[in-house]
């Protein structure tokens, strides 16, 4: 059984950075799609940002594109997510995920991921 684990949230002010790292352990994954998503109080489960191993390719939310980036090492089964320019709404409980069956068509679908974290808050505030 997969599980993922993060780690890097915190506390930030508004305009500030933050890493988020996210490994797989418990079985090989070293296939397939690892991604983010995140929720905030009060609101839906919203996607951030994936990445297959497969070329690396990259897919990110609209609210993010430009200040988000996703990376990810296959060898170690991690994927980490560089996160500048935050923002106030940017405030929320971010989630990796993890899937084999994930397309393009599918990456906003939490349905499509098989395997989730625990979460980790990140609090952007001044």
């Known amino acids: 059984q997969v599980q993922l684990l993060e780690s890097g949230g915190g506390e930030v002010q508004p305009g500030g950075s933050l890493t988020l790292s996210c490994v797989a352990s418990?079985?090989?994954?070293?296939?397939?799609?690892m991604g983010w998503f995140r929720q905030a109080p009060g609101k839906e489960r919203e996607f951030v940002a994936v990445?297959?191993?497969?070329?690396?390719?990259?897919y990110y939310g609209d609210s993010v594109k430009g200040r988000f980036t996703i990376s990810r090492n296959s060898a170690k089964n991690t994927v980490h997510l560089q996160m500048n320019s935050l923002k106030p709404e940017d405030t929320a409980v971010y989630s990796c995920?993890?899937?084999?069956?994930?397309?393009?068509?599918?990456?906003?679908?939490?349905?499509?991921?098989?395997?989730w974290g625990q979460g980790t808050q990140v609090t952007v505030s001044s």
């Open positions: 995920a993890a899937g084999m069956g994930v397309i393009l068509s599918s990456v906003r679908l939490a349905a499509a991921y098989n395997y």
């Open positions: 418990g079985g090989t994954f070293r296939n397939g799609a």
């Open positions: 990445v297959w191993r497969n070329a690396g390719n990259t």
